[in-house]
């Protein structure tokens, strides 16, 4: 990705091993992809550039610090809304040690690692990211 559109948000797929990092979203009405698999990320806060919002939300999201410069961007993709800014995608490789740190925030069920494989078959993810995981793959 050469330089970063305007976008509204960003999400990370966080690969350990040969497993990816999720959560279980809430199951409530009122949200996206209620008790689906998701990914860390969310929204924009204040300027910041994509790796630090996906920074803020592995925070908040996992209670794990993961300096900015080791999240790989990768691709912007269409707002999943149909209108609007794009989001970003980026990646990241961790040691399985950084488990040990997870400290589960307030958003979401729970959270587990799962093959990457199992995470794209699964319907229980959430659909739009499971397409960005595969393109990221197959490049």
Not at 16 to 45: A, S, T
Not at 49 to 78: D, H, K, L, M
Not at 114 to 126: G, I, K, N, R, Y
Request: glycine content about 10%.
């Amino acid at each position: 990705m050469t330089g970063e559109p305007d976008f509204h948000g960003a999400k990370v797929a966080l690969f350990i091993d040969d497993h990816i990092l999720v959560y279980r979203r809430d199951n409530r009405p009122d949200i996206p992809f209620p008790d689906m698999l998701d990914l860390p990320g969310g929204g924009r806060e204040n300027g910041e550039s994509g790796a630090e919002c996906v920074a803020r939300e592995t925070w908040e999201e996992f209670g794990i610090s993961i300096a900015v410069a080791r999240f790989e961007p990768v691709q912007s993709y269409p707002n999943w809304r149909g209108s609007g800014h794009q989001a970003l995608f980026f990646v990241c490789r961790l040691s399985r040690e950084i488990l040990d740190d997870i400290k589960f925030g307030d958003e979401g069920q729970g959270w587990t690692t799962m093959p990457v494989a199992e995470f794209l078959a699964t319907d229980q993810a959430v659909p739009h990211l499971q397409t960005q995981v595969r393109l990221y793959l197959e490049a």
